[in-house]
């Protein structure tokens, strides 16, 4: 995936989980800013599933999120 921002530094997409409220839990905020307009979907994913792993979700080796085509 290259990066490439030629619009400005505000983000074109953004991905936050807020702070569980909870007693027990970390109070931490985790953001993944997308800069890039024209991501593949493929590549979108692929943010994606790394705001999912930063938020503790685990994905074995043979795991991944993909599109899945219906007939």
Known sequence: MEYSNTSSDKP???LIC???????SVNTRVTIDVMQKDLSRDDLLEVF???MKSMGYHFSENEYIRIEEYN
Do not use: A, D, L, V
Not at 18 to 24: A, R, S
């Open 18 to 24: 807020n702070p569980y409220e909870h007693p027990t």
């Open 12 to 14: 074109y997409i953004q």
């Open 49 to 51: 599933e790394g705001f």
